[in-house]
């Protein structure tokens, strides 16, 4: 597996590929607490089928570039970064990449597709629907999630800035992401400012068998040394990325399209995502979607890591079609 760094909308993005240099691009996009390496079963399974299969840690993760304004996070910084990735890895302006993505790297992908269709051959999507996609631009999203949930529902709490920061800091980053990333419950991802979502530190958190302990400890390494605020300033942009998104209210996604959820993922159960999942409404803003749309039975958020082999599955058998 190669390493390096694409230079492109003015930071440095980190990237790992494998795979023939000739071979159709995969884009793989992470989410949150994620890196590239969340990808690391199905980056050699595409490779293996002559794919070139190209991970980027997202600006604010792992090796790429964080910048500390909060602003430099929108969905058109980030948009930026993966079409400066695509320029730098296709022979042309003509060619275009696969697309896959997970938790904020399925938002981000869906925003790729709304803004630069002509980038995206196909896009497998997971978790995420096109149901968080632009609204009415003088809405406040998280003012109707704070309504909903509660103050301390977890993307109400990433919003002021340095105070997640100051408690990942005190409860211990290896916790933290032990916690989240084995995270099951359908529910909503509630934080209370007391901290009890975290647990005792002197009990140990179990993982599955999908995560082991040195995968924790890559991530940690690399948290430890970019930190969580550029993770969470993509959650503090949620308002200002609505009103952006204004002239595309309405605006279809015209790329063939694949989505899959996990039936325990807490997205499934936020207001009105199973209607819009299988309800007409999805099909009619996201007019290629391959029906029926794929929930896997007993598995929850983090799904590409959880099922790694099915996942790829997924995403072979329906790229092939192209």
């Given amino acids: 597996m190669e390493h390096r760094k694409v230079r492109g909308n003015g930071i440095d993005i980190h990237v790992a590929i494998q795979g023939p240099s000739n071979g159709p691009i995969v884009l793989l996009l992470h989410g949150f607490p994620e890196l590239w390496y969340s990808w690391r079963h199905?980056?050699?399974?595409?490779?293996?089928?002559?794919?070139?299969?190209?991970?980027?840690?997202?600006?604010g993760y792992g090796d790429s570039d964080a910048p500390p304004e909060i602003s430099s996070y929108t969905c058109f910084h980030i948009v930026s970064d993966l079409v400066a990735i695509i320029s730098a890895l296709t022979s042309s302006e003509e060619e275009k990449v696969f697309v896959v993505g997970h938790d904020w790297g399925a938002l981000i992908a869906w925003y790729l597709c709304l803004f630069r269709p002509d980038k995206v051959k196909a896009l497998v999507n997971l978790g995420v629907p096109f149901s968080f996609g632009p609204t009415d631009p003088s809405a406040k999203p998280l003012d109707d999630l704070r309504a909903f949930y509660g103050n301390d529902f977890y993307m109400c709490r990433f919003q002021e800035h340095g105070e997640i920061e100051a408690e990942i800091g005190e409860v211990g980053i290896e916790r933290v992401l032990k916690r989240i990333l084995t995270y099951r419950d359908p529910g909503p991802l509630i934080m209370p400012k007391d901290k009890s979502f975290w647990g005792c530190k002197d009990e140990s958190i179990s993982l599955p068998s999908w995560l082991s302990e040195e995968d924790v400890a890559y991530y940690v390494t690399k948290f430890e040394e970019k930190g969580f605020s550029g993770g969470v300033n993509f959650y503090r942009n949620f308002n200002r990325n609505n009103e952006l998104l204004g002239p595309w209210v309405g605006k279809r996604i015209e790329v063939p399209t694949k989505f899959v959820i996990g039936e325990l993922d807490m997205v499934n159960y936020m207001p009105g995502v199973k209607e819009y999942i299988h309800g007409p409404k999805f099909k009619e803003d996201v007019p290629l979607l391959e029906e029926p749309v794929v929930v896997m039975e007993g598995v929850a958020h983090f799904l590409n890591q959880e099922m790694p082999q099915e996942i790829l599955q997924f995403i072979l058998d329906f790229i092939s079609k192209f």
């Fill in 42 to 59: 199905q980056i050699p399974g595409l490779a293996a089928h002559g794919y070139r299969a190209v991970a980027p840690d997202l600006r």
